[in-house]
């Protein structure tokens, strides 16, 4: 399309041009979108006012046909239908589709438009592509469908958001500032709700306002929908600040956690408004269904989580259904909980922190992935169709505004954050080790951001019993925005201001997992010694516990032997090993290769240097001649897959599990490099550069199966060859044959021993040598070019969250 | 409070105690009542039998290497005093403490409490973890669940990550800049002894 073929070009003259032609495309596809959802509509409405169910065009077709078979039994024949329209029948999942369609362009427009993503959050942008949709809508006329419906937000947008939270949400630092997030979450939203509640009580008592119909219970539910820090406007906003890890856990945990608070609070208000009074008694029933509710709700979500878990250790012969049970016990359990008018999303997130490190351990790594990025996509979507909602239903719903409401409400909630946070903290700073400054106490109260669920919750309210819900509604909507516009857009500068720690990027390295390790061994002991049951005691005592009852049941096959740290190794020896590999093995391309392979959507893996240069093999120039000779020579044969590659993608599974025996290749390896740097006639070969083929090889780590299918049985000599689309020239054939036939090292690594390959079929062992040259092999079938069936991998970024050790 | 008091007299030095370490009376007092509790003989030392009986430190996979921390080379007992004077560096450091050059290193700092850490690893005290004493570390950590090849490599790789000057071994610097993303104040800390 001409608009794609714009979009590549990047002249500067031109991005006028291009973000015209994006703009013209998007506005085409929203009157589309509106026309279509607007004429969806009307129908609609007419179909609810008639009960007899039915006013489709067919459905009327039928009604006559079915009359007129009634009354005189003739038959009028028509015309047959070459092509008829009948939109009804694929009414809903046809809108669904395109405000998810809609949804993901937004998401991909705003990234297209670099600078505008960077000033404005994510979160603004749809709030107002929602409300252009939603002005769209109401000019053409029709009838704006109320498309947040509260059953619509609560069972379907908000799960996966929070899935992909609890999932993924480090349990070590949550763990040690539990006691931080829950005063946060049960005391801050508490004193807010009553604090918001009772104040504008007394503001609506005040003359002249108009508001003194407006009663305390009211007031105060309101105050508790209000009062409620909302996990997804959190989540949109924070990611990408990128704030350091202890803030961005303060502030998410504290807006999972008051889901109890607000529901407990929410239910009770609304039951007793009606009543009109709340007696000491309710507060005391209020306190112990608040209990039930958050406990459980966590109990029902590690129920489920544990069952998940028991499931995934039996699922080893059927891996493609894995991710499946992940999403489906995980949505269980926050339907039994939510029926119960437990807290949901606590039972979410337990189900999914529970779950996690036994199913992980348990299923296939293109599973994890599956996991990974199915989450990552719903939520996604999710939350993206959560703000265009919120932005087309501020259009949609009936607006009662009030200045002296909505601007004390505004103020209110600010003043009661700021006081909150600050009167807590100075409580909480007496038991912390780490205290927590002004600067984290003011990004606490400043991400204390509403969201879509204070709005849902106000949706949710009875019309009858609350007249004033229009109002609330509006006020409601009114902070929604000024939080997610105001704070949302000034926090990025604020944080650069005030210099907060931000995130930092490294990934731990194997040094810190063996540090920490033993200092939780240190501290334990100390603690021992002390007689003091402290936090490392208990914890201990959990992982004990947990390593002597729970893994034998829940993790599958041997695995649960497996310690901690050993799984931690092996993760940074495979991620070092395909690192080694995207840098090419060292051998330069000759640049006649044509790349077959789309580059765009590749991003190459910034290598570490200290990898590239320990990865680079080096060989006199003589042998690396020959070897580009060769691998010239074989290479010619493009667009072929590595079918190596794939054979051993298919019998992936059974040998995933040959850790030891890669542990022992790359070993060998080590000790093979030490020899090389004694040569003393050396070349240094320069990285692949980033376009070439190789980097596909990036696109495989979703499939590391690959390096692992050692093929332990393989008789000597290894047979993996590069099947070639075109024969050989019987020189390279030969070559091959040489190389299969030395067993020991050719191929990929033995390229590089060169002068030392005879010292090394000493060293080498059949099985490894299987494996190192099916390494081999996919180094030089790397090199050409076409044959990457490349999985193009924008992915998350949060690649560190793989890093999180199984268990604290 | 009288028996603090009470108790405080009992113990020799204690105020040149309190300052070198920083506790409050009220901790002196209970770290003595644990002293007296694991001194079963009633000797006013600790031999390292005391600290055997502790059941939960045996299944500790470096137990023996924090009870023979508390030893000073050479010493078959652990006085009051030294034993204090240990458990002071895990107190959680004073953020307000002013940085008085001339004053030595508080001993809660996260130098000390790194340089204690160090030596645990550290048994020959050397200044260097060698290969083989990782070695060993990682062997009583790992407790025997994994072979030998696996240990080898993951020691080779964790000198490999953190050497710097090629020397096949982890000096003190080095130790120190591998763990400088850890909050060691945090790790290191128990808030008993505040």
């Keep these: 399309m001409s ?34 959802l607007g ?41 047959f239908p070459v092509l008829s329209l009948d939109y009804h029948h694929i009414q809903v999942p046809f809108e669904i589709s395109l405000w998810v369609l809609l949804a993901s362009l937004m998401k991909l427009g705003f990234h297209l438009i670099p600078r505008l993503s960077s000033i404005v959050p994510e979160s603004c942008l749809l709030i107002v592509v929602g409300l252009l949709v939603g002005g769209l809508i109401k000019l053409a006329g029709e009838e704006v469908p109320p498309v947040l419906d509260s059953n619509l937000f609560f069972l379907c947008l908000l799960p996966p958001i929070i899935l992909d939270a609890g999932y993924f949400l480090p349990i070590r630092p949550f763990m040690e500032n539990i006691g931080t997030i829950l005063m946060f979450a049960v005391v801050g939203t508490l004193w807010n709700a009553f604090f918001v509640g009772g104040l504008l009580y007394a503001v609506c008592q005040i003359e002249g306002t108009y508001l003194s119909q407006v009663e305390l219970l009211p007031c105060l539910l309101f105050g508790s929908i209000i009062s409620a820090v909302d996990p997804v406007a959190v989540l949109a906003v924070f990611e990408e600040i990128h704030i350091n890890e202890l803030l961005h856990i303060l502030v998410f945990g504290e807006s999972l956690l008051n889901d109890a608070v607000t529901v407990v609070l929410y239910h009770l208000f609304e039951e007793y408004s009606g009543a009109g009074e709340v007696t000491p008694m309710d507060v005391v029933l209020g306190v112990i269904c608040f209990l039930i509710v958050s406990l459980g709700g966590i109990a029902v979500g590690a129920i489920y989580g544990i069952l998940a878990a028991f499931t995934s250790r039996f699922t080893s012969h059927t891996r493609v259904i894995e ?78 505004w009030n200045w002296t409401f909505v601007s004390v409400t505004v103020i209110l909630c600010l003043v009661s954050r700021v006081i909150g946070v600050v009167g807590l903290t100075f409580i909480i700073n007496k038991f912390r080790i780490v205290k927590l400054t002004t600067k984290d106490q003011f990004i606490v109260a400043y991400g204390g951001l509403r969201g879509a669920i204070a709005f849902s919750l106000g949706y949710l309210l009875d019309k009858d019993l609350f007249p004033m819900r229009t109002m609330f509604l509006t006020a409601i909507i009114t902070e929604i925005f000024f939080t997610v516009f105001v704070q949302g857009m000034t926090i990025k500068p604020l944080v650069d201001l005030l210099a907060v720690k931000k995130k930092q990027e490294a990934k731990r390295s194997i040094n810190e997992e063996i540090h920490t390790q033993f200092l939780d061994h240190l501290l334990t002991g100390i603690e021992d010694i002390c007689g003091h049951y402290g936090h490392h005691h208990w914890k201990d005592k959990l992982n004990r516990f947990n390593k002597k009852y729970i893994k034998k049941c829940l993790i599958a096959g041997e695995r649960y032997k497996e310690p901690q740290l050993i799984a931690f190794y092996h993760k940074m020896e495979f991620k070092q090993a395909i690192e080694l590999v995207e840098s090419g093995g060292g051998v330069k391309l000759p640049s006649a290769m044509p790349s077959q392979v789309s580059m765009q959507n590749i991003q190459p893996k910034k290598l570490p240097p200290a990898v590239a240069e320990r990865a680079l093999p080096q060989f006199t120039k003589g042998r690396e001649e020959e070897i580009r000779k060769i691998l010239r020579s074989n290479l010619q044969k493009t667009r072929q897959r590595l079918r190596s590659y794939n054979r051993h993608t298919l019998v992936a599974d059974p040998f995933e599990d040959g850790w030891n025996d890669f542990l022992l290749k790359k070993q060998r390896m080590i000790e093979l490099e030490k020899k090389m740097t004694e040569m003393s006639n050396y070349l240094t070969v320069p990285a692949a550069p980033p376009d070439s083929p190789t980097m596909c090889r990036a696109r495989l780590a979703s499939d590391p199966n690959a390096f692992y299918n050692i093929k332990a049985s393989s008789e000597g000599v290894p047979t993996i060859q590069v099947d070639l689309a075109s024969p050989q020239s019987p020189d390279s054939v030969n070559m091959l044959n040489e190389f299969s036939k030395r067993g020991a090292t050719d191929q990929g690594l033995g390229q590089r021993e060169g002068a030392t390959r005879d010292e090394d079929q000493g060293l080498m062992m059949k099985p490894s040598s299987a494996g190192k040259v099916e390494k081999g092999e996919e180094d030089g079938g790397n090199k050409n070019p076409g044959l990457m069936r490349c999985l193009s991998d924008p992915g998350p970024s949060n690649e560190d969250e793989e890093d999180e050790p199984f268990l604290p | 409070m009288g028996s603090t008091n009470s108790t405080l007299s009992k113990i020799p030095n204690v105020e040149e105690l309190m300052q070198e370490t920083g506790f409050t009376p009220a901790h002196i007092v209970r770290l003595y009542d644990r002293f007296e509790a694991l001194d079963k003989e009633k000797t006013g030392h600790l031999r390292p039998q005391d600290f055997g009986a502790i059941n939960r430190l045996a299944m500790n996979p470096i137990g023996d290497r924090i009870i023979g921390a508390f030893f000073s080379p050479g010493q078959e007992t652990v006085d009051f005093h030294s034993f204090v004077r240990i458990l002071a560096h895990f107190r959680p450091a004073d953020k307000k403490h002013p940085k008085d050059p001339s004053m030595p290193e508080p001993v809660n700092s996260r130098t000390s409490k790194l340089k204690f850490a160090f030596q645990l690893y550290d048994q020959d005290k050397d ?33 490999q990550e953190a050497d710097l000057d090629k020397d096949d071994a982890i000096s003190f610097e080095e130790f120190r800049k591998s763990l400088e993303k850890v909050n060691i104040d945090h790790k290191m800390s128990i808030r008993f002894l505040r």
């Design chain 1, 39 to 79: 004429a969806a509509s009307s129908p609609d409405i007419s179909a609810q006012d008639n009960t007899g169910g039915g006013h489709d065009r067919r459905d009327d077709h039928r009604g006559i046909a079915g009359s007129h078979e009634h009354t005189n039994y003739t038959y009028t024949k028509k015309a």
């Design chain 1, 3 to 36: 608009v794609r073929v714009a979009l590549h070009s990047p002249t500067g003259s031109r991005s006028f041009l291009e973000r015209g032609l994006l703009l013209l495309v998007m506005l085409i596809f929203l009157e589309g979108t509106v026309l279509t």
């Design chain 2, 127 to 159: 200044g260097k973890i060698s290969r083989a004493e990782l070695l060993q570390v990682l062997r009583s950590m790992l407790e025997m669940q994994v072979t030998e090849e696996q240990l080898e490599s993951i020691a080779d790789r964790t000198i």
């Design chain 1, 323 to 400: 991710p499946l049970f992940v999403f489906v016990y995980s949505y269980m359990a926050y339907l039994s909980a939510e029926m119960f008018h437990l807290s949901g999303i606590m039972a979410l997130i337990a189900c999914g922190a529970v779950m996690r490190p036994y199913v992980e351990a348990n299923i296939s790594h293109k599973s994890h992935t599956t996991v990974k990025y199915f989450l990552k996509m719903w939520s996604s979507v999710s939350e993206t169709l959560i703000f265009i909602f919120l932005g087309v239903a501020t259009v949609a719903g009936p607006h009662a």
